[in-house]
């Protein structure tokens, strides 16, 4: 919480905002039922967090046995290999990772995206686009006669391809929002749009204040410039539109003069919606030298009062992670709250909790174990099925005694073969079989003891990589009659069980395990597992 620095500016502001029409009550979101939570899972001991939160349904945790960080979901499942020095939550489906100096994007496979790029990153994607700068040297400026040291880094913009789009010209920039981006530089800012393009131009946006704590520099340097929130931004406390036009300022300054009104408090307060802001004070003039806080709402009520919780510290789609006063040298007993104050985790329950993220998702910790929890249920969901990979089938495989090499995967333990591979393999022996396709009906049709007919492009290369495979529609049809078998598409090519090859042709399968061996013998025919 910062120190309000100019009571007068705000008091401006509430003029305008009356004039608005804002001095009236102002009808507030119904509550509904206070919301329950649930533990989704219990983490190993390995696991530890390290800032961040859920998003996009992932989230960056850092692993004590491996030292480095990967991605887990909120069932505790990896699904990102803890393989990176450095991790960022994830945002519009990328994150940004380290690995040694190295700085690129994944994407929420783990995928990378945008490899190695010469920039820093200045923050996450939003609208397409993510803020970088290069390295710079520090560089000093003259504000109103006094002289300061500030950092030399000039911003940009990359895409999702990592290419810069917007040069590093600027000496600050805001994420993107609602088209236009607040940039400046010289001590003007302005907001240009996504190509580039100043849309609203520069003007005088600088600050300069007197270090409150007194240590070097003594003055800091600050541009007062906002991003565009609901068809609004200010530049040195004036609202403007998307045109630049001044404009009456939003609920939202109306709210933090009712707060610091209603609160009688020097620290600025946290307005956290156009509805809800907490506010904070001083406990000295209740005989302790601690703070507290409280929360009000936009008709200056108290809906958390002074007195009951210490600090909030995290806030997101209502809910509130709040800490009540702890005895002089015990533990504070920590819990979520609503914006109405109702007790959602209860106090003392938990010892630590992370940030709050996407659709109440919560990192926490009790006894020493590690939990997630998912607030606003109070079901716990069955976690979904693993997502389906297809690896590269790294056995042997001997037909009639001879090393054939396929083009395989396995899938959750069983191996998938090509049918007019294994038909071409086959051709020539007593289990051979013809293959053919009918567009019009989507089937596959097999002809037993019929030599196979080549069609060109069988046993051609062999898988690299993991894939994703997908359950094959196509029916089968088995000299006339269909039969089933588990099948997956992989890039466009049906793979088949071969287990379920060998019980429709009558061919013996035998897996060698001392040889990582898969063994065809045509001479026997097919024996279950």
């Known amino acids: 919480?910062?120190?309000?620095?100019?009571?007068?500016?705000?008091?401006?502001?509430?003029?305008?905002?009356?004039?608005?029409?804002?001095?009236?009550?102002?009808?507030?979101?119904?509550?509904?039922?206070?919301?329950?939570?649930?533990?989704?899972?219990?983490?190993?001991?390995?696991?530890?967090?390290?800032?961040?939160?859920?998003?996009?349904?992932?989230?960056?945790?850092?692993?004590?046995?491996?030292?480095?960080?990967?991605?887990?979901?909120?069932?505790?499942?990896?699904?990102?290999?803890?393989?990176?020095?450095?991790?960022?939550?994830?945002?519009?489906?990328?994150?940004?990772?380290?690995?040694?100096?190295?700085?690129?994007?994944?994407?929420?496979?783990?995928?990378?995206?945008?490899?190695?790029?010469?920039?820093?990153?200045?923050?996450?994607?939003?609208?397409?686009?993510?803020?970088?700068?290069?390295?710079?040297?520090?560089?000093?400026?003259?504000?109103?006669?006094?002289?300061?040291?500030?950092?030399?880094?000039?911003?940009?913009?990359?895409?999702?391809?990592?290419?810069?789009?917007?040069?590093?010209?600027?000496?600050?920039?805001?994420p993107f929002s609602e088209g236009l981006a607040a940039v400046c530089k010289d001590n003007e800012g302005g907001f240009i749009d996504a190509k580039g393009n100043v849309v609203i131009p520069f003007r005088y946006a600088f600050k300069e204040y007197k270090n409150p704590l007194g240590w070097t520099p003594?003055?800091?340097?600050?541009?007062?410039?906002?991003?565009?929130?609901?068809?609004?931004?200010?530049?040195?406390?004036?609202?403007?539109?998307?045109?630049?036009?001044?404009?009456?300022?939003?609920?939202?300054?109306?709210?933090?003069?009712?707060?610091?009104?209603?609160?009688?408090?020097?620290?600025?307060?946290?307005?956290i919606n156009d509805n809800y802001a907490v506010v904070t004070r001083n406990r000295s003039a209740v005989g302790s030298s601690t703070q507290e806080v409280g929360i009000i709402d936009i008709n200056g009520n108290f809906t958390v009062p002074f007195g009951v919780y210490g600090t909030i510290n995290s806030y997101k789609d209502g809910l509130l992670i709040a800490n009540e006063f702890g005895g002089e040298y015990g533990p504070i007993p920590?819990?979520?709250?609503?914006?109405?104050?109702?007790?959602?985790?209860?106090?003392?329950?938990?010892?630590?909790f992370g940030e709050i993220g996407d659709d109440g998702v919560i990192y926490a910790q009790r006894d020493g174990s590690k939990y997630i929890l998912q607030v606003g249920t109070s079901t716990k969901t069955t976690p979904p099925a693993p997502a389906l990979v297809a690896k590269p089938t790294a056995s042997t495989v001997l037909v009639n005694g001879e090393n054939v090499a396929f083009d395989a995967y396995n899938i959750d333990g069983s191996n998938y073969f090509k049918l007019r591979d294994i038909a071409l393999t086959l051709s020539g022996t007593e289990k051979q079989f013809d293959v053919g396709w009918d567009g019009a009906s989507n089937a596959i049709s097999l002809t037993s003891s019929k030599p196979y007919t080549a069609v060109g492009g069988e046993m051609t290369g062999k898988g690299a990589g993991n894939k994703t495979p997908a359950p094959s529609d196509s029916k089968i049809i088995l000299d006339g009659k269909e039969v089933r078998s588990t099948a997956y598409n992989i890039e466009g090519n049906n793979y088949f069980k071969l287990r379920d090859i060998a019980e429709a042709f009558d061919f013996s399968v035998v897996w060698d395990g001392a040889r990582n061996t898969i063994v065809i013998d045509t001479s026997k025919g097919y024996t279950p597992e």
């Open 334 to 352: 920590t819990g979520v709250i609503d914006l109405e104050g109702n007790v959602i985790v209860p106090f003392g329950k938990y010892s630590f």
């Open 1 to 174: 919480m910062k120190k309000t620095f100019s009571r007068k500016i705000l008091s401006g502001l509430l003029t305008i905002c009356m004039v608005a029409g804002l001095n009236t009550v102002m009808p507030l979101p119904v509550d509904a039922a206070p919301a329950t939570y649930v533990e989704l899972t219990k983490l190993p001991d390995s696991i530890q967090y390290r800032l961040g939160h859920f998003s996009e349904g992932l989230m960056r945790f850092f692993d004590t046995d491996k030292g480095k960080y990967g991605y887990i979901d909120k069932y505790g499942n990896t699904v990102i290999p803890f393989e990176y020095d450095g991790a960022t939550d994830f945002s519009e489906g990328l994150a940004s990772v380290m690995k040694g100096q190295e700085n690129f994007f994944i994407d929420k496979s783990g995928k990378v995206v945008i490899s190695s790029i010469p920039h820093i990153l200045g923050g996450d994607f939003h609208e397409g686009l993510a803020a970088v700068h290069l390295p710079g040297e520090t560089e000093s400026v003259t504000v109103n006669g006094k002289t300061i040291t500030v950092a030399g880094a000039k911003y940009g913009f990359i895409d999702k391809s990592g290419a810069l789009v917007i040069p590093t010209e600027y000496d600050h920039v805001l």
């Open 218 to 271: 003594e003055f800091i340097r600050v541009y007062d410039i906002t991003s565009f929130s609901g068809g609004v931004a200010s530049i040195n406390d004036v609202w403007i539109d998307k045109t630049g036009k001044a404009v009456p300022a939003p609920a939202r300054v109306l709210l933090e003069k009712i707060a610091i009104e209603k609160a009688g408090s020097d620290f600025s307060p946290w307005v």
